[in-house]
C-alpha cells in the first residue's frame, strides 16, 4: 500500500504519502519487524553486467552507481552541470532527500564535497544522458523531469531485475559496495577507494575491506616471489 501510495505521490495524484512518518520511514501502526542487519554485498562484474542489462534504460544509472560509488541521493541530485565536458568525472556537491515523497536538496554527508572518475566505457553512456538538457537539469529524473523515487526504482525497477538477473537480495546500497570490493579487487590502493567513496579509510575498510575467495588465491601466488629470490635461504 505504501509502495503504491509513492507512486501516487510520483504522479501527482495525492500531495503526500499518509502511510510514511515525517522522517520518511513506514508507519507500521503498532507492529515491530525484527532488526536484521544487512551485511553489505558487493556484486562481481559478470553480476554487474547482468544486472544493468535487466535494468534496460535504467543500465546507465546501475553502471554509475556501481563504478563511482555514488550514494542515491547524490545519484538522484546530479545536475547536467556538475559532470565535466568530456565526461570522465563528477562533481558531487548535493543530495536530493526525500520524505514523505517530497524531495529537498541537502549538502553532502559530512558536508564533503568530492570529484569521481569515471570509467572511460561508461563516459559515452554518461554522456547520451546530457545530450539536450540545461546545465541545472537533472541528470537521471523519471519520467516527468522529476527526482526519481527510490521506492518506485526499487519496486518497478531494481527487485524485478535482480529477480530476473538470478541474483541475491540486495539493496541499491549494495552497489556501492560493489564499487569498492571491485576496486579493492583490482588492486586499488584504500585511500584512492576511500576518497572515490566520500568517507575515511578507516571506515572503508570496515565496511567494504572483505576480500573474494579469488583474490585471495592471487594473493598467494602473487607471495609466492619470496620462493624465487636467487638469494634466498634454503628452509
Not at 155 to 161: E, G, H, I, K, L
Not at 168 to 186: F, G, Q, V
Amino acid at each position: 500500500v505504501s509502495r503504491l501510495l509513492d507512486f501516487a505521490v510520483d504522479m501527482g495524484y495525492i500531495e503526500k504519502n499518509v502511510s510514511r512518518k515525517s522522517n520518511g520511514k513506514i508507519n507500521r501502526f503498532g507492529f515491530t519487524k525484527p532488526k536484521q542487519k544487512h551485511v553489505p554485498f558487493g556484486l562481481d562484474k559478470d553480476q554487474l553486467n547482468r544486472l544493468a542489462k535487466e535494468c534496460g534504460d535504467h543500465a546507465t544509472m546501475v553502471y554509475v552507481l556501481g563504478l563511482c560509488g555514488l550514494r542515491w541521493a547524490e545519484l538522484v541530485g546530479l545536475q547536467v552541470r556538475d559532470i565535466e565536458s568530456d565526461f570522465s568525472r563528477i562533481h558531487v556537491i548535493r543530495t536530493l532527500s526525500e520524505t514523505n515523497g517530497t524531495f529537498s536538496e541537502q549538502p553532502t554527508k559530512n558536508y564533503r564535497n568530492r570529484t569521481v572518475d569515471v570509467p572511460p566505457n561508461l563516459q559515452e553512456m554518461l554522456g547520451m544522458y546530457c545530450i539536450g538538457k540545461n546545465s541545472k537539469d537533472l541528470v537521471f529524473p523519471n519520467s516527468l523531469g522529476n527526482p526519481l523515487s527510490s521506492s518506485n526504482f526499487r519496486s518497478r525497477v531494481f527487485n524485478p531485475a535482480i529477480a530476473r538477473a538470478g541474483l541475491p537480495k540486495l539493496r541499491i546500497h549494495d552497489l556501492r559496495a560493489t564499487c569498492a570490493s571491485l576496486m579493492i579487487s583490482r588492486g586499488t590502493n584504500i585511500v584512492v577507494v576511500a576518497s572515490q567513496l566520500g568517507q575515511d579509510p578507516s571506515i572503508t575498510l570496515k565496511h567494504y575491506g572483505y576480500s573474494h575467495a579469488e583474490d585471495q588465491a592471487t594473493s598467494a601466488r602473487m607471495m609466492n616471489f619470496v620462493f624465487e629470490d636467487e638469494d634466498i635461504d634454503a628452509f
